[in-house]
């Protein structure tokens, strides 16, 4: 057939002409599946922008939502010129000639590619086939996709067919309409709506040419040229396209000039108030899916995905009950403590007088109007003490004051917040996630974001070291001073750690008396026989992942760690000593039901079932054994049945964090308490310590599981030996007769980390606890 063709050059261009058209109709047909999903025109009559993703509880309640139409898409005549010349003269200046590809464009990009700068070639309408249609993802790819080389050409081709069907069906305006409402801009922007608000608080239609170009500047890319994170590399993209724009004429040089010169205005203050079920659950589950996601070349906000976790509704209910009712009689009674006095102190008691100016200095806003002010710290000041109109959070709801930004900084920096989280060991499964007090207002997770330090929630990893190292719960320890010596960096140190109380009984104490009372002295005694590189090993084996510095007062919890780590850790305990990574996910489901993907508990021994078992019967010394840190529990209507529950309370240096670890015949719970900021905390162990802060936010969850038959969980003892207990673990400690006339109990603390000590406590060997029911 091509024979015919007398001319070489001729025939040859007619071959080469002849199997473009034939490889095009093979991507248009995905011939033999060797291409790939390419859009027809049904789909692009009916564009979908994206289909989004729902987040279900366990038992099949919505939580949340992902998906992109918080975009809240506007019509061509809401968009600002500015926006539509700024894109124009940069992105494709000849969008309004071409039919949907630019062939000058993209030969000139190859050349300028092949010379060394990189430049795309891409018209409007085919970066809209790629927003739209997706025809980059793994699921839209065929078998020579995988072929190195080949599967950019068809890739390129499927975008040139798709531009081309746009063009055919829509109209310029149309086409730059639903490219400005399907665009990433960032920090989960999408669409030019929500672009304009988020970053100048401005509708699309009244933007400046500045606010234009930063924008659209952004597209190029958006973490690169983010005007919060990257100011600089934003205003200097911005500049570029001021100049494209000038080029094509669409402002004056002298606007060029002024806006050009012309300091980064940003307005954060707008707060997107359609959060779509947006939540401290919400985004975990967004985070724990994201490796996932990235492998499997997943959208929740596009795929329409149904993500089933592993949330119990009703106990995730009575958790952030418990919390709401907890913390606010918490912050009242730190507002009581502290009254007008600032409460950001330093370890000795003095007020930190810089603290509200670092506070600002940490703001994005602040290296924003130091370039602004050009460092000139007046104005600065002016701006964080102009009054304006906001809504701020309070225990009553939302409600409206006028607040300067040291206003704001002064009100915030005193409000305490906390994480919990629940998991069924057996199962592997999170049952509960509170991310802290109100997600709208405070974004950071304090379940697996936050990381404090333990106090003495970190404790039990030395018990743990000893008895899994030959100590048995009965050998006997005397309560004393001890000072310890080691080497730090090559240094000679000292370590002589005191009790909460400054005093020392000289009584001679079994390892669970010890551990049920948490003092500090027997603790220090154990690291420095079994090895605190020892303890550290043993706390990385049931899960803590943070770095934990060995020395010898790790014991003590002088390390940080999230409550995730925590609760994981002492899950090893109750599933007879398996590590477990926890399960938030269960199961992913297509938008139709169809399973993708189910998540499996993947276990691994790091301890006998004989130690894990005499660990739990070490928790229950906090119950049972005299003096007891977490006899407060026994406020709570939780005994029945012949209930049995271990614990462990935590309190660090100078009551800036609060916690309880919780273990029932069930559960593990974990909930930390503190302000955001480490220098505010309370004053004493009578309202700071972990057992008044922390312990009655589970001592009133677990109250309400247990009186709700529906909850699954019962009252009950712990499991009996899960194999024959070859130690002595039989050996009660005696009941020491309290002096009635010590200083009220009230003032007992014994469960912080000894690390700087500030407490002050009276010498009262029982600690002035109410004995167990029947002791």
């Not at 009689?329 to 370890?347: A, E, I, M, T, Y």
């Not at 269960?586 to 998540?599: C, K, L, M, P």
């Not at 009950?716 to 009660?732: D, E, L, R």
Request: with cysteine; net charge positive.
């Amino acid at each position: 057939m091509f024979k015919r063709i007398k001319y070489r050059v001729l025939r040859y261009l007619v071959i080469f002409i002849y199997f473009v058209i034939i490889f095009f109709c093979a991507i248009e047909l995905n011939f033999l599946w060797l291409f790939g999903y390419s859009p027809d025109m049904e789909d692009i009559k009916t564009p979908t922008m994206s289909v989004g993703s729902e987040v279900f509880t366990a038992d099949g309640k919505l939580i949340g939502q992902f998906y992109k139409e918080n975009r809240s898409p506007v019509e061509f005549k809401n968009i600002s010129p500015n926006l539509i010349n700024a894109l124009i003269s940069t992105e494709d200046s000849r969008f309004y000639s071409h039919g949907g590809v630019d062939f000058v464009s993209f030969f000139s990009s190859m050349l300028s590619t092949a010379q060394g700068d990189r430049r795309g070639g891409s018209t409007i309408t085919q970066q809209l086939a790629k927003n739209l249609f997706s025809t980059r993802k793994k699921k839209s790819r065929g078998v020579l996709s995988k072929v190195p080389g080949l599967g950019t050409v068809i890739y390129k081709f499927k975008e040139w067919l798709t531009a081309y069907k746009i063009e055919h069906l829509y109209t310029k305006q149309q086409i730059l309409t639903m490219y400005f409402n399907t665009v990433p801009f960032g920090n989960n922007s999408f669409g030019i709506k929500t672009a304009t608000l988020k970053y100048f608080n401005e509708q699309p239609d009244n933007v400046n040419p500045a606010q234009a170009a930063t924008l659209i500047g952004m597209l190029k890319a958006t973490s690169t040229y983010n005007p919060i994170r990257n100011p600089e590399r934003s205003t200097e993209r911005r500049n570029v396209v001021l100049s494209q724009m000038r080029k094509y004429n669409f402002i004056s040089e002298a606007e060029q000039q002024r806006y050009t010169k012309a300091p980064m205005k940003l307005d954060l203050s707008y707060i997107d108030q359609d959060s779509h079920g947006d939540s401290y659950l919400r985004r975990a589950v967004e985070k724990w899916l994201d490796k996932w996601c990235k492998e499997n070349d997943y959208n929740l906000y596009e795929d329409g995905l149904k993500i089933y976790t592993t949330i119990d509704s009703r106990l995730q209910k009575y958790a952030e009950e418990a919390v709401a009712d907890k913390m606010s009689s918490l912050q009242r009674r730190f507002n009581n403590v502290w009254g007008k006095q600032n409460p950001w102190r330093d370890s000795k008691g003095n007020e930190i007088k810089d603290f509200i100016l670092k506070s600002e200095q940490r703001l994005p806003i602040y290296s924003i109007l130091k370039k602004k002010y050009n460092g000139d710290t007046t104005k600065i000041q002016e701006y964080f003490n102009t009054k304006k109109r906001m809504r701020v959070f309070t225990w009553k709801g939302d409600q409206d004051t006028t607040f300067s930004s040291i206003d704001s900084i002064r009100y915030y920096a005193r409000i305490l917040n906390t994480g919990m989280m629940t998991l069924e060991p057996s199962s592997g499964k999170i049952k509960v996630w509170v991310g802290g007090i109100d997600y709208k207002h405070f974004n950071y997770d304090h379940v697996i974001q936050a990381k404090r330090q333990a106090g003495s929630t970190f404790k039990p990893f030395a018990y743990l070291t000893a008895l899994d190292n030959g100590f048995t719960p009965c050998d006997k320890f005397t309560d004393k001073p001890v000072t310890i010596r080691y080497k730090d960096e090559g240094k000679d140190e000292e370590w002589s750690p005191n009790n909460a109380d400054f005093s020392f009984s000289y009584r001679e104490m079994s390892l669970r008396w010890a551990m049920g009372r948490s003092v500090n002295s027997i603790t220090a005694q154990l690291t420095e026989q079994v090895g605190w590189d020892k303890v550290v090993e043993y706390a990385h084996k049931c899960g803590i992942e943070s770095y934990l510095k060995s020395v010898p007062s790790v014991s003590l919890g002088s390390n940080d760690v999230s409550v995730y780590e925590m609760v994981r850790a002492y899950s090893t305990f109750l599933n007879k000593g398996e590590k477990l990574d926890p399960l938030l996910v269960t199961r992913i489901t297509d938008h139709q039901g169809n399973v993708i993907e189910e998540f499996e508990l993947k276990k691994e021994r790091v301890i006998s079932e004989e130690t894990a078992w005499l660990m739990l019967y070490m928790f229950r010394g906090g119950m049972e054994e005299p003096g007891g840190t977490s006899q407060g529990l026994w406020e709570y209507d939780l005994w029945k049945k012949n209930n049995q529950i271990g614990g462990k309370t935590g309190t660090s240096s100078d009551y800036v964090d609060g916690w309880y670890m919780g273990i029932t015949k069930d559960l593990v719970t974990g909930v930390w308490v503190g302000a955001d900021d480490r220098s505010v905390h309370f004053k004493t162990s009578q309202t700071g310590e972990g057992s008044r802060t922390a312990l009655p936010i589970f001592g009133k969850f677990m109250e309400m599981v247990y009186a709700d038959p529906k909850s699954g969980y019962t009252e009950g003892q712990f499991p009996k030996p899960w194999v024959k207990i070859t130690k002595n673990y039989m050996c009660p400690s005696p009941r020491i007769r309290v002096d009635t006339a010590a200083t009220d109990s009230t003032g007992v603390s014994a469960d912080s980390t000894g690390v700087e000590p500030t407490l002050t406590l009276p010498d009262n060997p029982d600690g002035g606890e109410t004995p167990p029911p029947g002791q």
